[in-house]
């Protein structure tokens, strides 16, 4: 019995020790969990590769891990030899940041460290050690890796993935274009179009609708652009090429967009003053200028000038075909209109028309036949004399 108690009472105290053990392990990382405190400093891609000579910049995000609100001081822990760093807002250096006591989550590119490498920097790997402290010993570091290489990691391009295309003129044409910055720092591009006068050239971001100059693009990453051209109304027909450039502080990049014109046949026949009515006399001829313009952007041969008149009438012209009609030009022709000789007064149609194997174009004059002048003054010359005539008898025989 005595045996058997014993065992129950050692088995007793070896499970209370146990649990003594566990609740003195447990405890501690409870109370760890619960009294956390300090600061985090982060940042996306803490390491990164390039040039010597160029400059690298690293957004960093800051987190208050215990809940409250700290203002801490920025430094540089340590760097290599030459190498030059700084802390900076969006517009300013800085030397500290105020960690927001709201913060759950990291907050975004609170700052920037920017670094610049020495033209003489040599291939390897080097380490650069940021700081953030708060005091008190609420504090952070940030250990950046930075690959020195010889080589790019790729080039950076601007390319349209239909760079040729044709229309007649009046269309306007719409490029589909990708800018990739390859470099590993975030980069600025200054967006340009060298197109000759009267070419209207836009870059628009893909999924905005507002127009840009300029345009900001990650390292790394790359940025949709479509490129609207609109060629003048009075283009000629041929082929254009619109030279695109995007110009950041480190790199120009180009590329080539061209458009073939195809060819447009019009021609436009009116007046000088778009005045299509005019006044005329039978059997007398009537001259009314006409201008004929190349509307198209093609040059046109072998015009010819013809006409429809009333019966009787006779319309000719002073050059009744033109050999040669540039693209926009305009080209002044007489025509002479002579009613019949028994035409009465009123309104009368006559259309003229050019055209050639490729357009044609009719304006329909409206022709008011008057009566002349000149008849209606000798009846009232004949009529004043008969009243003259009558008025005479009267005074000589009125009174007998």
């Known amino acids: 019995m005595k045996n058997g108690w014993r065992k129950k009472k050692y088995a007793g105290l070896a499970a209370a020790v146990m649990m003594g053990a566990l609740a003195a392990a447990y405890c501690p990382t409870v109370l760890a969990a619960d009294m956390e405190e300090g600061i985090d400093m982060s940042t996306d891609y803490p390491g990164i590769t390039v040039k010597a000579g160029e400059s690298v910049s690293f957004g960093l995000d800051f987190a208050s891990l215990s809940g409250d609100s700290y203002d801490a001081a920025l430094s540089v822990k340590s760097i290599p030899e030459g190498w030059e760093g700084y802390f900076k807002s969006s517009s300013s250096e800085i030397s500290m940041v105020h960690v927001d006591k709201k913060s759950e989550d990291a907050a975004s590119n609170l700052a920037t460290f920017s670094l610049k490498l020495p ?75 060298e197109a000759e006068s009267g070419w209207q050239v ?3 971001p893909s999924g905005e609708s507002s127009h840009v100059a300029s345009i900001t693009v990650g390292a790394g990453l790359s940025q949709g652009l479509t490129v609207a051209v609109t060629p003048p109304e009075t283009i000629k027909e041929g082929e254009y090429t619109i030279p695109c450039t995007a110009i950041s502080a480190n790199e120009t990049l180009s590329t080539e967009l061209k458009v073939t014109i195809t060819g447009s046949y019009e021609v436009q026949l009116s007046t000088p003053t778009g005045n299509l009515s005019l006044d005329a006399y039978a059997n007398k001829e009537k ?108 005074k000589k025989y009125g009174r007998r």
């Open 202 to 204: 836009s870059f628009t």
């Open 287 to 394: 001259a009314v200028t006409l201008s004929v313009t190349n509307s198209g952007n093609v040059d046109l041969t072998n015009l010819n000038l013809t006409s429809s008149a009333p019966s009787d009438w006779e319309v000719r012209f002073d050059e009744s075909s033109i050999e040669l009609l540039e693209a926009g030009a305009t080209k002044e022709v007489n025509a002479y209109i002579k009613p019949s000789s028994d035409a009465i007064t009123g309104d009368y149609v006559t259309s003229i028309t050019v055209s050639n194997d490729e357009t044609t174009s009719t304006a329909e004059f409206r022709v008011s036949v008057k009566t002349q002048t000149l008849w209606g003054i000798v009846a009232v010359a004949i009529i004043v004399v008969l009243l003259a005539g009558l008025g005479f008898l009267f």
């Open 119 to 193: 033209d003489e920097a040599e291939e390897g790997s080097y380490n650069v050690t940021l700081k953030v402290d708060a005091g008190g010993g609420i504090s952070d570091t940030l250990q950046l890796e930075i690959n020195v290489s010889q080589t790019e990691n790729g080039q950076s391009s601007l390319m349209s993935e239909y760079p040729e295309q044709q229309g007649a003129s009046g269309t306007s044409f719409s490029f589909d274009t990708t800018l990739v910055n390859n470099k590993g720092i975030e980069q600025t591009y200054s967006l340009a179009a």
